[in-house]
């Protein structure tokens, strides 16, 4: 099956997570687990644009949206 994905940008995380940012959301994949999706209608996003991801040095993630700005997701939520 094939689909079509609007990707923003890509983030490697330290455990070989791959993240992107995508226009409804954002995908955490790695080959070892199911795919996870974030999105504004079950983690409160103020915007399904989704343009970057980072995680800092303490474990948080931030997403930077369009029209949304920034969304903090805290260590050990996602």
Known sequence: MLF???VNS??????NNVWMSVNGGLLKY???KPLKVF?????????????????????DGWL???????AKLKKGTF
Do not use: A, R, W
């Open 4 to 6: 079509y994905l609007d």
């Open 10 to 15: 890509f983030y490697l995380d330290n455990e």
């Open 30 to 32: 790695n080959d070892s």
């Open 39 to 59: 999105d504004s209608d079950t983690n409160g996003f103020f915007s399904k644009q989704c343009i970057s991801f980072y995680i800092d040095l303490k474990g």
């Open 64 to 70: 930077t949206t369009n029209g949304g700005g920034l």
